[in-house]
């Protein structure tokens, strides 16, 4: 604690960063090894993506819920506490990836046939599927290792861990995939293997760090031994936080099915830029828990000046270089979509999308970062009540109203997407102005305190 508070930001975040780069990078590599193989492998590799996509919510249920308790009870010096939180996240974890592989294994078919996926891919996407399950399991118990080491703000191991398994799966996946010598290949079923393989080699590592720096013994039993008592309190703070993304992710794509009845040239523009912003936003996401990390561990401690002042610190830093980062968008990604396509179309649409992200980026920074110090805080819930309303009133409703009523397409669109993140964020900051989230605080302390006695 008594390192300076910009240091220890800066060293928390940047690790994070990294991860979440290299996490974007290997989506990018899986999308180019597929469109290798065929265009009905990356027809089925997008399609169960957007299946993958919504399971991973319910895996960031327990980790970011783990991981906002762990801090929490580290912050106050329960490092027994904060030892029962971490096993019953990993238990946890456990029990959701099997739960997974169960209905990957046995519902591929039923999956894919309700997503319409076309019966002459069905050859292809069904043993993909199955073979993710078994992936996903490792991965969800992967996710909430490395998670409980950012927690103790152990960023660099947990980058390390991460940069390890993204090697392997990349090292594995062009042979499991693509084949050697006269063998052809898995296709799909290798990218899967690759997955599964990397995910076991994190899990071993993590568990190694977890006995050496946390000193978190872990035996046979508490991988499936579900604690009642600290899983409530990770599930309080998890269970909201998968609200939101599940409310973002049916109103973003409710508004998807809107540029897409504007024609191919919008549904385009949009992929392309949306692409660029995923890019943007990975600091953005990196500050947001850096200071998820930071306020946990100060209201822990029940130290709620210093989480006030992280906070507010972590916002000017975050806020200056996403203004930096959207500045360089601005003028990048015309350039950029140049080079992969000459509609003009197109180019004249990124470049009016751009004026908006000027205003749209600094929003998604408020939003992103204040909604993390809220979380850390204990205060759950609030930032999911205004987020179900805002991104259907704004994203969906502001949207339509500008994109396709008053006929200003995919421009009217994007704009209802800016009016969702500045509404959000603005409230989000006006909530903790006004000290909204100090009584969830307390409440936070005293809970640990109160185990601690007991």
Known sequence: MSAPKQLRLFSITWPIFVENLL?????????????RISNGAVASFGLVGQILGALQIVFRVVSIGTSVVVTQHHGAGDEAGAHQVAKAGLAASSWVGLATLLLLSLGASW???????????????????????????????????????????????????????????????VPLMLGVGAWAGWGLV?????????????????????????????????????????????????LPGAGEKVAFRISFIISISMVASMGQAALATHAYVWQAVQLVTLFTGAVGFGTEIMVGNYVGAGRLKQANRVLWQAMAWGFGA???????????????VAQATRDPQILALVGLIMWVELVLEPGRSFNIVVTSGLRAAGDARFPVKVSVVSVFLFGVGLGWLLGVHFGMGLVGIWIGY??????????MAVRWVWLGWVPHARNTRKRILAHMQG
């Open 23 to 35: 996490m974007v990078l290997m989506a990018l590599f899986g999308l180019w090894l597929t469109s």
């Open 111 to 173: 999956i894919l046939t309700a997503m319409h996926l076309p019966v002459e891919l069905m050859p292809i996407g069904e043993p993909y599927m199955a073979a993710l399950g078994v992936a996903l399991l490792f991965d969800a118990i992967s996710m909430c290792m490395v998670a409980v080491l950012r927690a103790y703000t152990h960023t660099r191991e947990s980058m390390k861990i991460v940069l390890v398994m993204n090697l392997v799966q990349v090292v594995l996946s």
């Open 190 to 238: 290798g990218l899967a293997a690759a997955m599964t393989l990397s995910r076991l080699l994190a899990i071993g590592l993590a568990w190694r760090v977890w006995r050496s720096k946390l000193g978190v013994y872990i035996a046979l039993p508490d991988w499936l031994r579900l604690r009642w008592k600290p899983l409530s309190s990770i599930l309080h703070i998890g």
């Open 322 to 336: 996403i203004l930096l980062c959207t500045a360089i968008s601005f003028f990048a990604t015309p350039l950029a």
């Open 418 to 427: 800016a009016a969702d993140e500045c509404c959000r964020g603005l409230i």
